[in-house]
């Protein structure tokens, strides 16, 4: 397999994606701005995706993956397609408990994650109407997160890639259709919530069809849980959980944290991790997919070399393109704020304060995309206990910077301790491969750090000089110059950075890697 050209083809995917969320983001941005009611619904719409990364996509693929392609690759077609029964009756049964579970108890849930939230009775209801509305949507990503682990493992990327857009159409649809309809409009946002969970499900089953892999779902979940395969995904999940939950820990009280701040602290945040999840999903999400079956091939084979280099091509990858990535988020993030988000009711107080977000995030950027590169090291050795513990120390340390930072920082403070607690979570992650002897590192690490290096500072001072020329804010009177604006200061960017390195030596070829 190419992995050069099916990180290309899984990043196109996640860039429709991308693009199709800034456009909903915008789209919202305009319609709603950042208020109490934006507030509720980012809250009521944060717990269902809270226990999707929980249960379905996070702990369930770490565990499942890695024991899907064993069976794949040891034990045949009738015992992998057996496993895949089970483990999805096992998946939908606890999905639908769950569900049950978050809807009677939406306004205690609601409760304890956005405290601050209960100041303003009326966005508190409208929240958790939102949040029992939506919390289906955690049993339609758990079928999703489920068909991108088979899928996946076919070496089949393009459908799990594409399905994520079909929510932000459902999101953009709703924001200008629905929306104006109702009294309440936010409410058209769960709305679409439901919709797209509907629409993702769907476009899974002709895939899992092609490649004789549709779950067959029983009544029975307790024959499903007999089956020696699940209890080994289970015992597996049970670290991936603990895990996985750190982070969301974290998160939770980083949104009670922001409920209590002033008004609009939530939404501030939200539209500065949507700027954020672009390099974020194309770079980390879309290596960390690819070389997930990868890597546990490797590792069936015992072949430790090639496990080594995986490693290699995709870090490598990901300081190459993270690397200006953040660079930009921290030097242009009131031209990004503004150009994109600056229409209808987002006023100018809104760009400073998601602008400054973005430069928090974008200090911790590299460690949150290193972070999905590094913990499929472990997760292909089916070593979930060790990203586990490092989780843990994490929690405590984001904690602990919350307590330093937000003080002087308010909601960034917030944004600040999530990217550095990532680049420990990173750096101990790295740290656990070499000592244990998991990834060795090729050579000419120093020569290609100097390099980065340069391009790098000669962009961020491009960057800077070209933004001033402008008043972000002042040009919401002409959006299409202030639109051409932007796509100058980029260029010239990209430009200075990439040159500069074809200049030094660089090779797109250098970069090519095919998987054994």
């Keep these: 397999m190419n992995l050069h050209k099916t990180l290309a083809a899984v990043s196109g995917m996640t860039m429709i994606s991308r693009v199709t969320g800034l456009v909903r983001e915008i789209l919202f941005a305009r319609a709603f701005g950042a208020s109490a009611y934006t507030d509720a619904f980012n809250i009521a719409f944060r717990i269902p995706n809270l226990l999707r990364r929980l249960f379905a996509e996070g702990a369930f693929s770490q565990a499942f993956v890695p024991i899907l392609a064993e069976y794949k690759s040891q034990k045949g077609e009738e015992a992998t397609k057996s496993l895949v029964d089970h483990a999805a009756t096992v998946l939908m049964w606890t999905m639908l408990l769950t569900c049950l579970v978050g809807i009677i108890g939406a306004p205690l849930v609601i409760y304890g994650i956005a405290t601050g939230l209960k100041a ?6 409208a929240s958790v109407w939102m949040t029992r509305l939506m919390f289906p949507y955690i049993g339609f990503m758990a079928f999703v997160a489920l068909s991108g682990g088979i899928l996946n493992t076919w070496r089949e990327f393009k459908i799990p890639a594409f399905t994520p857009v079909l929510l932000n159409i ?16 936010i409410y058209a946002m769960a709305i679409a919530v439901v919709v797209g969970g509907l629409l993702q499900v769907a476009i899974q089953i002709p895939a899992l069809m092609k490649i004789g892999m549709l779950p067959r779902l029983a009544l029975n979940p307790f024959r499903a849980l007999s089956d020696a395969g699940v209890r080994k995904i289970l015992g597996k999940m049970g670290p991936a959980v603990f895990a996985v939950s750190a982070a969301q820990i974290s998160l939770m009280i980083n949104t009670n944290i922001a409920s209590r701040l002033e008004s609009g ?17 194309l770079l980390g999400v879309a290596l960390g997919t690819i070389l997930l079956p990868s890597l546990s091939k490797a590792n069936f084979d015992g072949d430790k070399a090639e496990y080594s280099s995986l490693l290699d091509w995709g870090l490598r990858l990901t300081f190459l393109l993270a690397l200006p990535c953040a660079v930009g988020l921290a030097t242009i993030s009131e031209p990004l704020t503004a150009t994109l988000f600056h229409y209808g009711k987002f006023d100018a107080t809104s760009v400073e304060m998601t602008a400054r977000a973005l430069v928090a995030y974008g200090v911790g950027l590299i460690g949150l995309i290193l972070v999905k590169i590094l913990a499929p090291g472990f997760y292909a050795q089916q070593d979930i206990k060790t990203p586990v513990r490092i989780a843990v120390g994490v929690l405590i340390a984001t904690q602990l910077m919350n307590l330093l930072f937000v003080p002087y920082f308010a909601h960034a403070g917030l944004a600040l301790s999530i990217g550095l607690g990532a680049c420990i979570n990173a750096s101990l992650l790295y740290w656990g491969l070499r000592r244990r002897g998991i990834y060795t590192a090729q050579p000419g690490w120093g020569r290609f750090f100097l390099r980065i290096i340069v391009a790098l500072g000669l962009m961020a001072i491009v960057a800077l000089w070209t933004a001033s020329y402008f008043d972000w804010v002042a040009l919401h009177a002409t959006p299409l110059l202030r639109v051409l604006a932007l796509v100058a200061v980029l260029a010239a960017c990209g430009i200075v950075y990439f040159g500069s390195l074809l200049l030094m030596g660089f090779r797109f070829r250098d970069f090519k890697r095919i998987a054994r």
Excluded: G, H, K, N
């Design 265 to 281: 602290s939530v939404s501030w945040l939200s539209y500065a991790d949507r700027l954020m999840e672009f390099p974020t999903a």
């Design 120 to 125: 303003d009775p009326d966005a508190f209801d």
């Design 170 to 185: 459902a999101f953009i649809l709703a924001a200008l259709f629905l929306a104006p309809q109702l009294d309440q409009p």
